[in-house]
């Protein structure tokens, strides 16, 4: 699936930028690939995760499973009050 985060500055610069949900034993539910682009805006896809080759690829396109989410650290612009 694909989903589109706009109204930030982009990824954080300063460390971790995206965290995904696992399972009890540290395993991936989702496989994530994602673009930044020069405006800020993010666009994230999320797929099945595919371990037929032993390491994680992009498997089926999923949705991201009900009461799980996908940790995103941002830059924010800054605002006025």
Known sequence: RVYR?????????HGWYIETPA?????KLL???YEQYHN????IKTFSPDYSTG?????????IPEGRWIDLRLSMPITEN
Do not use: H, Q, W
């Not at 985060?5 to 610069?13: C, D, K, M, V, Y």
């Not at 399972?23 to 395993?27: E, I, K, L």
């Open 5 to 13: 985060i706009s109204g930030s500055l982009g990824f954080a610069t």
């Open 23 to 27: 399972d009890a034993n540290g395993n």
């Open 31 to 33: 496989f994530v690939e």
């Open 40 to 43: 800020g805006d993010i666009l």
């Open 55 to 63: 390491r994680c690829m992009a498997g089926e396109p999923k949705d």
